[in-house]
T-cell receptor
Framework: AQKITQTQPGMFVQEKEAVTLDCTYD???????LFWYKQPSSGEMIFLIY??????QNATEGRYSLNFQKARKSANLVISASQLGDSAMYFC?????????????FGQGTRLTINP | DSGVTQTPKHLITATGQRVTLRCSPR?????VYWYQQSLDQGLQFLIQ???????AKGNILERFSAQQFPDLHSELNLSSLELGDSALYFC????????????FGQGTRLTVV
């Protein structure tokens, strides 16, 4: 079964610094996808970035980039120039596909706090 | 705004009762997923529908059921509610059953008292 591990329950970062949120995964499937979601205190799940296992380049979306190291089975999220509004829970998830159906397997999340 | 609409946002009900959570997917999305987020279990996949048909089942209790209607909206029915069913229930949608994007609604916070 697929598994996602986020080892940092909480992180505290100064505003404007870059931050790296760790995510490691375990799968025997050759084709998979990795997602990052942000969950602010209001509760909604906001899609941030996606990386496919066959993508040659690391995914980037604005201030978000994914440091994908396939051999190490890691997919860390990097947020550049952090802002107060980045304070939230962040979840790493892996797409599991079985018989054409998809589900996301989530890690336990990392609570990021940006200090002014 | 993800384009996925869930109603109601909050629901408080008593043990033993039955509730229905509603989800309207993004325009053009045929696949709907339901997830449960609780403090002890984290985020867990419940069930997936594609164009009206069930495609995948996760850790969904027998007391829970779901369906997707011809207009593609979906409903999650929770019956014989227990205190442990208190959680945030999310709906997500994507264009196809296996897709690179899955956008979530704002969730329905269910409190069972």
């Amino acid at each position: 079964a697929q598994k996602i591990t986020q080892t940092q329950p909480g992180m505290f970062v100064q505003e404007k610094e870059a931050v790296t949120l760790d995510c490691t995964y375990d799968t025997s499937d050759p084709s998979y996808g990795l997602f990052w979601y942000k969950q602010p205190s209001s509760g909604e799940m906001i899609f941030l970035i996606y990386q496919g296992s066959y993508d040659q380049q690391n995914a980037t979306e604005g201030r978000y980039s994914l440091n994908f190291q396939k051999a190490r089975k890691s997919a860390n999220l990097v947020i550049s120039a952090s802002q107060l509004g980045d304070s939230a829970m962040y979840f790493c998830a892996m797409r599991e596909i079985r018989e054409g159906a998809q589900k996301l397997v989530f890690g336990q999340g990392t609570r990021l706090t940006i200090n002014p | 705004d993800s384009g996925v609409t869930q109603t109601p946002k909050h629901l408080i009900t008593a043990t033993g009762q039955r509730v229905t959570l509603r989800c309207s997917p993004r325009s053009g999305d045929l696949s709907v997923y339901w997830y449960q987020q609780s403090l002890d279990q984290g985020l867990q996949f419940l069930i997936q529908y594609y164009n009206g048909e069930e495609r995948a089942k996760g850790n969904i209790l027998e007391r829970f059921s779901a369906q997707q209607f011809p207009d593609l909206h979906s409903e999650l029915n929770l019956s014989s509610l227990e205190l442990g069913d208190s959680a945030l229930y999310f709906c997500a949608s994507s264009k196809r059953p296996a897709n690179t994007e899955a956008f979530f609604g704002q969730g329905t916070r269910l409190t069972v008292v």
